[in-house]
C-alpha cells in the first residue's frame, strides 16, 4: 500500500466530493451535502485564484486539504477552507500530516499566516488547537441569518 500526498487537480474532484459526503453528511457534522453541490463546492474552491490543496492517497483518497493564498499588508496569509478525512480513517495520523506537509509547502512559498473558520467546542476545533491554531484576539466570526 503506497501512501502518497499528491496536488489536488480536476481529476480528483469526484473522489473527493464522495469523501466530503461521507464526512460531512455524518456524525458530528449532520449536513445535507448533495453530490452535485459537493462537487460545485470543490470545483469552486480549486478555481479561486492562488489555490494551493493536496490529497492523501493509498489505494484511495482518504483525505484533501483545500485553501487559497491571499495577500495582506504584511505579507500572504493562507485561508484554509477544508480539510477532511475518511470517517474510519480519522485519529490515525493523516489529517496531522496533510496539515504539516501543506504548512512545509506555505513557509517554502513565504505564508505568514494560517486562518480557518471551525465550528465551536467540536472535535475539529481540539484537531486545530492540537496543531497550534489558537482563537484570533483581534477578529471574530458574525453571522446574519436571512
Not at 484533501?64 to 491571499?70: A, D, I
Not at 504548512?103 to 467540536?122: F, H, W
Request: with cysteine; hydrophobic share 45%.
Amino acid at each position: 500500500m503506497l501512501r502518497q500526498i499528491k496536488p489536488f487537480t480536476a481529476e480528483y474532484i469526484d473522489d473527493c466530493a464522495w469523501l466530503f459526503l461521507e464526512v460531512f453528511n455524518s456524525e458530528p457534522w449532520n449536513e445535507k451535502w448533495t453530490f452535485a453541490n459537493a462537487v460545485l463546492a470543490l470545483q469552486q474552491i480549486l478555481n479561486t485564484p492562488n489555490f494551493i490543496g493536496f490529497i492523501w492517497q493509498e489505494d484511495m483518497i482518504l483525505g484533501f486539504v483545500l485553501g487559497c493564498c491571499e495577500p495582506t499588508d504584511t505579507g500572504k496569509r493562507f485561508f484554509l477552507k477544508e480539510i477532511c478525512v475518511k470517517n474510519n480513517q480519522q485519529r490515525q495520523g493523516i489529517g496531522s500530516q496533510l496539515l504539516s506537509y501543506l504548512t512545509q509547502y506555505l513557509v517554502e512559498i513565504d505564508v505568514k499566516l494560517i486562518y480557518l473558520l471551525t465550528r465551536k467546542n467540536s472535535n475539529a476545533e481540539f484537531f486545530y488547537s492540537k496543531q497550534g491554531f489558537v482563537q484570533s484576539s483581534i477578529m471574530t466570526m458574525m453571522v446574519k441569518h436571512l
